[in-house]
């Protein structure tokens, strides 16, 4: 399917949120989710269910000042 990743389509397999972020290489990672707008927490992003057409953003925390 396709999903609109952080502005960019990008085809994936993956049907939840936390499978995105595996199949991204960043199941372990310290990251914000956001699917069409809403927050997802860690502890339920596998059961974020991903379809067709879902603005996903992952953002990183910054260090800096």
Do not use: C, Y
């Amino acid at each position: 399917m396709k999903i609109l990743l952080n502005g960019a389509w990008r085809d994936t397999a993956a049907g939840e949120l936390s499978a995105l972020l595996e199949e991204l290489g960043l199941a372990g990672a310290v990251v914000a989710t956001a699917v069409n707008g809403e927050f997802v927490a860690a502890a339920v992003r596998a059961h974020a269910t991903l379809t067709e057409g879902d603005r996903v953003e992952v953002l990183a925390p910054m260090q800096g000042g």
